[in-house]
């Protein structure tokens, strides 16, 4: 201990100095948009690498359950095929409704977090290949996030469990839809609220994407309602919405590129400046 407090004492002016240029490039950063950008992007860029490394030696202990899942959904796949007219003719599967194939970045989640209130995911794809903020991540289950931040070779996306996420959802059966958040409960549940009670809703009603939103196609899955609750401030429906997903063990996921939200927005913008 004497040792310590003689180390401390002997460097004092040099370690002053440290706390002091820490304090003050903090202090840059947090109040210059642009230093702050910078030091996010090159944090993706270090962190993306090291969650890339270990991700890969996860997957080859993983490499088990990945071929079990690539076999079923072979089996999917070529099911369809022999259900085809002409078994001759390859099909082309899109089980992504108003979005092209050329539309979808295929990548890969190499790190995901699910214990706390603010989830994000980090991908091995970033700006170079194309992926920008707020585009929409699904998988072949349903919804994941939405794209937060890039650097050229990374992004991190805002997890569905994350307690700031709002996504536009409806009822599948009946169009009545509402906001899709998570009270940071479950990983395996998030809630719809703000549903009008003039929706007829049971227990295991599909829910899934709606239509107003520029982020994710409409009628992306999502999940089936497991329990019902009426806000006694708002006298709205609050659901609870098992997921489809396991977010706790995602592997490949796509993003998807909507070529019209650019032009969308920048016209939802001009109609706030002349209201």
């Known amino acids: 201990m004497q040792q310590i407090v003689n180390f401390i004492l002997k460097n004092s002016n040099r370690l002053l100095f440290l706390l002091l240029l820490v304090i003050s490039l903090s202090l840059t950063i947090q109040s210059h948009s642009y230093h702050k950008s910078k030091v996010i992007s090159s944090a993706n ?35 369809l095929l022999f259900n085809q007219k002409d ?26 977090s ?39 070779n990374y992004a991190t996306i805002i997890s569905i469990l994350n307690v700031k996420s709002q996504i536009n959802a409806k009822i599948k059966k009946s169009n009545h839809f509402g906001s ?3 009270n940071g409960k479950s990983t395996g549940f998030v809630q719809l609220i703000d549903v009008p009670r003039l929706a007829g809703v049971r227990k295991g009603d599909t829910i899934v994407t ?23 401030v708002t006298n709205y429906y609050t659901l609870d919405i098992k997921l489809f997903n396991d977010m706790t063990n995602l592997g490949h996921v796509y993003i998807i590129k909507n070529k019209d939200a650019d032009e969308i927005t920048k016209l939802e913008n001009q109609n706030k400046k002349d209201e």
């Open 45 to 79: 860029f270090f962190t993306g690498g090291i969650y890339e490394r270990v991700n890969n030696i996860n997957e080859y202990f993983n490499l088990k359950s990945q071929n079990e899942e690539l076999a079923m959904e072979n089996a999917r796949l070529k099911s």
């Open 87 to 112: 078994t001759t003719k390859l099909p082309e599967i899109d089980s992504i409704k108003g979005v092209k194939k050329t539309d979808i970045i295929v990548s890969k989640v190499i790190h995901n």
């Open 114 to 152: 699910y214990s706390v209130f603010e989830n994000y995911l980090t991908i091995n794809n970033g700006s170079a290949s194309g992926i920008k903020r707020n585009m929409g991540v699904i998988n072949s289950a349903g919804i994941v996030g939405i794209v937060d931040k890039t650097s050229k």
């Open 180 to 182: 899709l958040v998570w």
């Open 210 to 232: 709606g239509g107003q939103s520029i982020i994710f196609p409409e009628n992306i899955g999502i999940g089936t309602i497991d329990k019902v609750y009426i806000d006694d």
